[in-house]
């Protein structure tokens, strides 16, 4: 007897859909792509994102208000001028200096 009839499955049940649908809640919270591959049973992460790359998307911009708040707890700024690119755009208001803005104003 097959494991569907056993646990009374719908014949149009797939054991695919179990996967599927672990991956799509478990990426929205924040599961990173390596557990995502583990849970789904596939051997690299590139097959992976190939397969739940719409579902990492919104990261985004996640991911740029994170790096703002880790900029804000630094003491770095940000410069705003064209001028910036030389010096790497950043510049610390506290202890010896490690980038530097040469004009304009900061963020």
């Known amino acids: ?18 996967r599927q649908s672990a991956a799509s809640f478990a990426v929205p919270e924040g599961t990173s792509v390596k557990v995502v591959q583990n849970m789904s049973g596939y051997n690299q992460a590139t097959v992976t994102l ?6 990492f998307s919104t990261d985004v911009d996640d991911v740029a208000a994170r790096i703002d708040a880790a900029r804000n ?12 690119a030389a010096t ?11 980038h ?6 900061l963020t």
């Open 73 to 84: 707890r630094s003491g770095l700024k940000m410069c705003l001028n064209d001028n910036s």
């Open 1 to 18: 007897m097959s494991v569907k009839r056993q646990a009374s499955l719908s014949a149009v049940f797939r054991f695919d859909d179990l």
């Open 50 to 55: 190939d397969v739940y790359a719409d579902l």
């Open 88 to 98: 790497g755009g950043w510049i610390q208001e506290s202890g010896p200096p490690k």
């Open 100 to 105: 530097f803005c040469r004009d304009g104003p």
